[in-house]
């Protein structure tokens, strides 16, 4: 039952019928782990509390010096965390930071939101959703592997390619290192709004799970062109041969 704050202060998106009072009580008993590092983790992370999912996990507090111009204070260099500043701008959210880097996070997280691939494999074995995007100056991509899905395609179905997007440089702003498998480690350069227009993807793409997780939803490769924010949906065909879900606990 939202108390009388939660409802002022959720009030512009409870009023929509999308979500309603029972739909951000789901958020709020949601429990998200976001992997990753950089601008667009820090726009996720910042957008996951703003909507009130419940429960924010992450490898290790980290300094984003990009809230610090989001919150409306001053915060000394002890205050500086990302998740100190989390719990200040929701204090509805629980934040988690996961002290040891290669720790795997607890299995009662309700799906990964990932800038990065590394942790994908692991996720799909325990049938957990794993909504992953990547951006750089060129584009970004976005795709939602469903591991709680029978016969769904996986992040590992897709090609390198489709995976990495343009390989063509542009140095437009901040430094971003590229996630995907076949490009770790390779520094891409990307520019700041197109980080904060990912992280609200896949933020969107997060609470749509948690608020109807059984919705119909094609599995599909979204693709933005920069700085034309030209969007194509890609249909991703199931592998036969993909290691990863073509295995007979998912077949
Ligand atoms: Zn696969």
């Given at each position: ?40 983790t820090a726009a996720a992370l910042f957008y ?204």
């Amino acid at each position: 039952m939202l108390e009388d704050v939660q409802i002022e202060r959720y009030s512009r998106q409870i009023i929509l019928p999308q979500v309603g009072g029972k739909g951000q009580e789901k958020l709020l008993r949601g429990q998200v782990y976001v992997d990753g590092d950089g601008l667009l983790t820090a726009a996720a992370l910042f957008y996951l509390a703003a909507a009130g999912v419940g429960t924010i996990g992450m490898a290790r507090a980290k300094a984003a010096p990009v809230f610090s111009a989001l919150v409306e204070q001053s915060l000394g260099p002890d205050e500086q965390s990302v998740a100190h500043i989390l719990r200040r701008l929701n204090p509805d959210c629980t934040i988690v930071t996961h002290t040891d880097e290669d720790e795997q996070p607890s299995h009662h997280y309700d799906l990964v939101l990932a800038t990065t691939d590394a942790l994908h494999d692991g996720w799909y074995a325990r049938h957990k959703p794993f909504v992953w995007g990547a951006a750089s100056g060129e584009g970004a991509r976005l795709f939602v592997s469903r591991g709680d899905r029978a016969g769904r395609p996986c992040l590992r179905c897709l090609s390198p390619e489709r995976v990495n997007g343009p390989s063509n440089r542009q140095a437009l702003g901040k430094e971003e290192t590229c996630p995907a498998s076949a490009g770790r480690g390779r520094t891409r350069f990307l520019f700041s709004p197109y980080a904060l227009f990912l992280g609200t993807q896949l933020v969107t793409e997060a609470l749509k799970i948690i608020l109807q997780p059984e919705a119909e939803s094609p599995p599909k490769l979204l693709a933005y062109t920069f700085p034309a924010f030209h969007c194509t949906e890609q249909t991703v065909e199931k592998n036969p041969h993909c290691p990863v879900c073509s295995t007979p606990a998912h077949d």
